[in-house]
């Protein structure tokens, strides 16, 4: 009950001022944990969406929900049970380490090289997060000079 | 019709029914109290600061049931309001309040009185606007209004910039609100209530734990009903006094840190709470591992955050108190109230072993005898406001209330300073009732400039200071925790109250002894004018029981009995 559970947490809301700031306030007043948040709108609709992956304990988690309800412009909080994951990273190699390399490790996370100019190369990959996070720990002997990660999106199988 | 977005502030307020509103002007809300200047369909109070206008509104709004208004400027007229704004947000007291901002086009340059005053009031208000066009205007105010009082009340704030107040847009008020992402359950599940009733019958030793959210939804008499044709024993939290009578044999008393013996007991000893529109604040539950240990827990309430945030619910009920226990009193049949004559027992026996009471003094007036002896000289005469403090606590222990919204305190923040600006709205709202302010010696200060205010207006608020030159409450902690180390708690340099109360027009008394006390009330109630009423009390009073903060709720410090 006390343990501290990874959640994934969707939640639509109307697509106006301060709206963010809303969410991330009732985050940081309650003390509740955010680990990455991806926020886009929704085509076609006045609305937006939030990812947010958070950690606390199952009764933490219930507050999170029933306070993010609270909020006046959000729509649906999920709180995912059966769902898809994914993240994305970019990483900034430099120009002189071994291409071919790097391109298979790539492949092998779902991902590619995206651009190579004469003093950097740029690989991107999508995936789980876990999995993101090993092709990051793989691809360290490659010098890695910089690093992005998008934060996770999920949808409910 | 095409007007200004200062005028249309002027009409949404008439529209919505509001009688009067408690403000403060200043540079950018100009041009709507130009608006209010032009107007003869609401009352305008001048407090002589911001905070006060805001508690006003509370003490307007908790006396009347209805939302109250307050407007101050931008900058520091915003910042003076947001203890205010916290205070509703705790006691989820209905307001919308109204500010002004520096134009459109200044936003984001520091310029003059400015303050992202949205960003402050976000995490103390229900819900904010910042107003950016006077077309958004109509629907904005009549979104406010409807936000503050539906659902879980609450404050709402409308931000102006001055140029949008000044803007000329089209005006249409008749529509109906319709916010697609707020739709509060108010019909409790009624499969749900008919489990809950079951639970009751089946109970041996069940309680009402009765909250402010009973006498906010307006179902005290319905809550009444209730327990009386249930025969089950009911404690009340400091918010929810007055919602059964004081001589209601099933009413126990108060609950929780300066609760009765009987009813903290009955608390740990109940086998099936019955939880109606109260949220288990740490004030009332102590020690949360070892609160009602054997109990079952029914919970209603309009807010599903409030239900298992920190006590689980087995039967959980999202809805309106008052709709729920309507609900309820059409199966109140399957309960059969003799059953419970054991328990009732068991509790008298509590309140026989350590009944709420103090000891008298023959030297000194006892703070408690103060409160007792209003309550017997004006009893449902009086509408009851407080500060925050010992006085506060003693209030809700001895003033026998006999209905709801007669006691009008601020629970969850403890705003010192909230009772004199609060009894004057609580007389605006009410004026055939007498205001009375219970405060301390430390709290009156806090808002003392709204003697003028109240002189100017004729809200004559009785102010009964229980004076012990101590900020009494801290006082207490320090002489218990603390090793009688009264740390900037000696508060004997003081004015005098007297001619203070004299000096913005006004009366004072001073009083030493009952015979003079009962003399200054009964002239004060009289005069019917500004009052204050300096009641020189016993120093070293504690608040008795007392629940140190973190312990288990039985396990109380007593008043020692004394030997006859």
Request: glycine share 6%; charged share 25%.
């Amino acid at each position: 009950m006390n343990e501290n559970i990874r959640r994934v947490v969707s939640v639509i809301v109307i697509n106006e001022a301060s709206v963010l700031s809303r969410v991330t306030d009732l985050f940081s007043a309650r003390g509740y944990n955010i680990q990455s948040l991806t926020v886009a709108p929704i085509p076609e609709t006045k609305y937006s969406r939030l990812t947010i992956v958070t950690k606390g304990s199952v009764r933490v988690i219930e507050q999170i929900v029933k306070q993010l309800h609270k909020l006046i412009p959000v729509l649906k909080v999920f709180d995912h049970e059966d769902f898809v994951e994914k993240e994305m990273a970019l990483v900034k190699f430099p120009a002189d380490e071994r291409l071919a390399d790097i391109a298979a490790i790539c492949e092998a996370y779902n991902g590619k090289i995206v651009n190579a100019s004469e003093n950097a190369i740029i690989a991107m990959v999508a995936d789980e997060p876990q999995r993101v996070t090993n092709f990051l720990k793989v691809t360290k002997r490659y010098n890695p000079k910089e690093v992005v990660r998008s934060g996770a999106v999920a949808l409910e199988r | 019709m095409q007007i200004s977005g200062a005028q249309m502030v002027i009409e949404a307020l008439i529209r919505e029914g509001v009688d009067t509103v408690f403000g403060y002007p200043g540079g950018a809300i100009m041009n709507v109290y130009d608006e209010i200047y032009k107007q003869d369909k609401f009352e305008h109070i001048l407090t002589r600061h911001e905070q006060a206008a805001i508690h006003a509104a509370e003490g307007y709004a908790k006396a009347s049931g209805k939302v109250g208004v307050a407007m101050v400027t931008s900058g520091p007229g915003f910042t003076n309001a947001v203890t205010g704004l916290a205070d509703a947000y705790m006691d989820s007291i209905p307001l919308v309040v109204i500010s002004g901002q520096v134009p459109m086009s200044l936003i984001g340059t520091d310029a003059f009185q400015e303050i992202d005053a949205v960003g402050i009031s976000r995490s103390c208000t229900k819900h904010n606007y910042l107003v950016t066009s006077a077309k958004d205007l109509p629907r904005i105010l009549k979104e406010a209004f409807y936000i503050a009082a539906s659902g879980r009340p609450g404050p709402v704030h409308v931000d102006i910039p001055k140029d949008v107040t000044a803007e000329i847009a089209e005006f249409d008020y008749d529509f109906a609100v319709e916010l697609e992402t707020y739709k509060p359950t108010t019909k409790g599940n009624p499969r749900q209530i008919k489990k809950a009733m079951l639970a009751i019958a089946e109970a041996k030793r069940p309680l009402f734990y009765l909250g402010g959210g009973v006498i906010n939804a307006n179902a005290a008499y319905e809550v009444r009903d209730l327990v009386h044709k249930t025969g089950i024993p009911a404690v009340e939290t400091f918010m929810a006094r007055g919602t059964l009578r004081y001589d209601d044999e099933l009413l126990i008393s108060m609950l929780g840190m300066h609760g009765s013996y009987a009813a903290n007991m009955a608390m740990s000893e109940t086998d099936l709470i019955i939880a109606l529109g109260a949220r288990f604040d740490d004030r009332v539950t102590g020690k949360l591992s070892e609160f009602a240990k054997h109990a079952k827990v029914i919970h209603v309430d309009i807010d599903p955050a409030s239900i298992s945030k920190l006590v689980n619910a087995d039967f959980p009920i999202v809805g309106d108190v008052k709709n729920v226990v309507e609900e309820m009193l059409r199966l109140v049949d399957c309960i059969k109230p003799q059953k419970y004559e054991p328990w009732r027992e068991t509790i008298k026996n509590f309140d026989a072993l350590h009944p709420l009471t103090f000891h008298e003094d023959s030297e000194r007036i006892k703070p408690q005898w103060v409160i007792k002896r209003v309550g017997e000289l004006l009893g449902d005469d009086a509408n009851i406001s407080t500060d925050v403090g010992q006085h506060q606590m003693w209030t809700a222990q001895f003033y026998p209330f006999t209905r709801p919204r007669q006691f009008i305190s601020s629970g969850g923040l403890g705003t010192m300073g909230f009772g004199f600006p609060a009894a004057m709205g609580v007389k605006a709202a009410t004026p055939d009732k007498i205001s009375i302010n219970f405060t301390g010696d430390g709290s009156i200060l806090m808002n003392i400039q709204e003697l003028m205010t109240t002189v100017e207006k004729k809200l004559p608020v009785i102010n009964i200071i229980l004076n012990n030159n101590f900020l009494g409450m801290v006082r207490q902690w320090q002489t218990l925790f603390y090793e009688k180390r009264h740390s900037e708690t000696d508060l004997s340099m003081q004015p005098d109250f007297v001619k203070l109360a004299e000096a913005f027009g006004g009366i004072g008394y001073r009083v030493e002894t009952k015979e003079e006390f009962d003399a200054a009330l009964q002239d004060a109630v009289k005069q019917n004018k500004v009052a204050i009423i300096d009641v020189v009390v016993e120093r070293f009073e504690n608040v008795l029981p007392m629940v140190p903060a973190g312990g288990s709720l039985f396990n109380m410090m007593l008043l020692e009995r004394k030997e006859k």
